[in-house]
């Protein structure tokens, strides 16, 4: 147990509004990332962070931004949400250590009607 | 371009027989391969890696080959059982930026039955 939670753990949205979710660790974990697992993607990165304030594009970022403003917590925001955002959002740390094992909060599922 | 392909999206095995799961990159610079293994609604378990120095990390019924040369690693489940029944993902390790990333493959779905 990596210590991560997400919130909403469920969520259903009308095309074209703001949705943010949230990440929270609650054992400094530096590094932090957002996924997206989809049928027959697996999971791609949507965005990471290395630090407060410290964020980075990942390989399907368009549509999403995110802020770090404190090191346990990491948002996910959908400016205007589309269908093509329906999806399982997991958040993930990296542990501290030679390895770059990630550790996966428990998701949240995204519908966008 | 997945760079880290599955090709089997699902596998029945017999419990209490070798469950094989395959996994094919094409990228020479991942450098840390690791398993994931899923249950419906929740997040990917880490199960276990395997460094690209190494060619086999074994812990108790699970483990990892890395074949360098073909760009092929696999992961063996002896004896299965019926709580193995999940999706399992591969995953590979590349430096990017400065940072590390992970790159997933699409999964494989196994089913062990009794």
């Known amino acids: 147990d990596a210590g991560i939670t997400q919130s909403p753990r469920h969520k259903v949205t009308e095309t074209g509004t703001p949705v943010t979710l949230r990440c929270h660790q609650t054992e400094n974990h530096r590094y932090m990332y957002w996924y997206r697992q989809d049928p027959g993607h697996g999971l791609r990165l949507i965005h990471y962070?290395?630090?407060?304030?410290?964020?980075d594009k990942g390989e399907v970022s368009d549509g999403y931004s995110v802020s770090r403003s404190k090191t346990e917590d990491f948002l996910l925001t959908l400016e205007s949400a589309t269908s093509s955002q329906t999806s399982v959002y997991f958040c993930?740390?990296?542990?501290?250590?030679?390895?770059?094992?990630?550790?996966f909060g428990p998701g949240t599922r995204l519908t966008v009607l | 371009d997945q760079q880290v392909k599955q090709n089997s999206p699902s596998l029945s095995v017999q419990e209490g027989r070798i469950s094989i799961l395959n996994c094919d990159y094409t990228n020479s610079m991942f450098d840390y391969f690791l398993w994931y293994k899923k249950y419906p609604a929740e997040g990917p378990t880490f199960l276990i890696s395997i460094s690209s120095i190494k060619d086999k990390n074994e812990d108790g019924r699970f483990t990892v080959f890395l074949n360098k040369s073909a760009k092929h690693l696999s992961l063996h489940i002896v004896p299965s059982q019926p709580g193995d029944s999940a999706v399992y993902f591969c995953a590979a390790s590349y430096l990017s930026g400065g940072y590390n990333k992970l790159i997933f493959g699409a999964g494989t779905r196994l089913a062990v039955h009794p």
């Open positions: 993930a740390i990296r542990s501290r250590g030679t390895t770059d094992t990630q550790y």
């Open positions: 962070s290395y630090g407060v304030k410290d964020t």
